[in-house]
């Protein structure tokens, strides 16, 4: 039996792999029964609604996690002639900040697809549910956010949700406020 000793300070620099839950190793190593459930446990815990998104890899680091998302290849409409495209033109890997689970934040990557139009020589990204375009947090966690800063201050929220304080600001001045009269 050989026993190995490892410091603490270089574990903590360590890339640790690890499955927060037993049912994303059962995706990996039994059949598509339990890949789907263990996909749809992933999509509700992260608040994804797309259907054709992958959980791809999850990587535990000391300080944060890291989800790597890809997407399945979809037609598309194309925002430009609204013809119908299946055609990849490239890949880009856009950056997310997810939610915080169990005081630690999640950092998502996914891997998106740009499409070529073969009947316009245009090409476009993929629209996803999760994350509108140009944004760098999942809409789960702006709606929390939003939610939480109707009740609570601004720097408490950006602590709560993830959020620096002048994002959140930025996010909620864009939204209108309705109100209900009493
Ligand atoms: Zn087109």
Redesign the pocket.
């Known amino acids: 039996m050989v026993v190995s000793f490892i410091p603490t300070r270089f574990i903590s620099k360590q890339k640790i792999h690890a499955f927060p839950s037993p049912l994303l190793a059962l995706s990996c190593t039994k059949g598509k029964g339990e890949g789907k459930r263990a996909t749809s446990f992933y999509h509700k815990l992260l608040g994804i609604k797309d259907k054709h998104v992958d959980v791809w890899n999850i990587e535990k680091y000391s300080n944060k996690w890291l989800i790597e998302l890809h997407t399945k290849v979809k037609k598309q409409k194309?925002?430009?002639?609204?013809?119908r495209?299946k055609r990849i033109y490239s890949y880009r890997k856009q950056s997310i900040q997810g939610p915080i689970l169990s005081n630690t934040p999640v950092k998502i990557i996914v891997k998106k697809r740009r499409y070529l139009?073969?009947?316009?020589p245009?090409t476009f990204y993929e629209r996803l549910q999760m994350v509108d375009i140009y944004q760098r947090c999942t809409n789960s966690v702006q709606t929390s956010a939003l939610t939480y800063s109707a009740v609570g201050f601004f720097t408490l929220v950006a602590r709560l949700t993830g959020i620096s304080t002048n994002r959140l600001i930025r996010l909620f001045d864009r939204h209108q406020l309705f109100y209900v009269p009493i």
């Open positions: 194309c925002p430009f002639c609204k013809e495209t139009c073969t009947y316009c245009h």
